[in-house]
DNA sequence: TATGTTTGCGTAAATAATACGCATTTAAAA
DNA sequence: TTTTAAATGCGTATTATTTACGCAAACATA
């Protein structure tokens, strides 16, 4: 008799799913990676990639697989977002979703419409189709966390290639947060960090009109973010 | 044929339960609430309130009533706290909770030992026990989202009488984020948001030395964090 | 009545946020 | 080439906000 027979209790049991909600950014607009159902309930309504949690897995690496799986995108820095129990929520029956959201480079990530069985699509934030499910509802609560995160942690970095100008990265702040920010102030403060590495010499010849390159120093803010640190825009 | 035996997919399945994580404020003390456990595993041990979700109840209420089962707690506002899913962290076998926290005002729940089946105790933040399953990680967790929060929310004021002094409001704030406040800075400041109600007149013969009263204006509170306000102490 | 504690109000100094001027650089138009 | 428009980079004045702290009044207790 193992552990499990020898406690275990029986009931019946709701099913488990991860949801991912995908931001990603690109050209000034931020985009939002759907996927096609191909099969009922909602076929061919639009929806968040996701599926069953395996008894072997644990829901951060269920969410991973299926996002790899539906659309190719992986190793990702992906966050638990709220989890969803609402008893009549899928047609199929009692359904739990854990849903997660994460942030990618969009330019990594050109999907390609169509594989086999599922077709992913990047949708700008202004034009989202209605969603299967209550993934309406995951994605309001997604944007708020995002927009509510951004504003304290440097997560918005994920967004941008690894070299990136200040008005790159100040336009994806006001993209996100739907602000308007001040250029010099807004400059001042995000070098007052030090958290940006000067990038100028190794970047020549690109197509932005003799801009200035930076990229993220990760390791200086963990080190920093350790001690409590708040990096607030 | 019904919704659900139209598309059920079928899939082992984890078991589903919630935890809450209950705080309560005593006398310049935060503490913790917990149970022992009756029955097998970790027999004996000291752990959060908590259960099987049911088929017909989605988290929170599953959350609510596993509280009021074991605890006699009731009607208090609890927030999802975050979903935990590893594989092993149940020996009877797969289990995901949905871990939840609230804040209480302890006066009002004095737990007297021991029920038939389970006994619950208060215990001061500093002298918690080992806890049974991963529940020393969902305490860290919930600690830091506490903190976290009652720095910009006042989900404090829950913790106190429904009239409190000022001294007792800002004792409050110093114990959960274990700092320090200059008296008189933190009167100015928690009087500028304009949402404590003087309650001087209605209260006398009181035990404190010629205190002032206050109510918080839970109604004002709300309208202004509908329109984004943000309460900052 | 004396004493220690707590409350309530004010103000000065330090720090941070905001607005915005202006010279320089660059890409593209004339 | 020259001009123009847009974007970069640095500075500074103004305005808010935060922090530190002095001091009088109210009160309970001795």
Redesign the pocket.
Known sequence: MNEQQKYCYEYPRPAVTTDCVIFGFDEGELKLLLIERALEPFKGRWAFPGGFLNMNENADDCAQRELFEETGIENVFIEQLYTFTDVDRDPRGRVVTIAYYALVKLSEYKVTAGDDAKKAQWFPLSQIPTLAFDHDRILRIALTRLRGKIAYQPIGFELLPEKF????L?NLYETILEVQL????F???I??YDLLIDQ?QSVTGVA?????YYSFDKKKYEELSKRGFNF?I
Chains 1, 2 share one sequence.
Not at 182 to 185: F, Q, Y
């Open positions: 100008t200040l008005p790159e100040q001040d250029r010099r102030n400059r001042k403060k070098l007052s100028n932005h009109k003799g801009a200035k607030e």
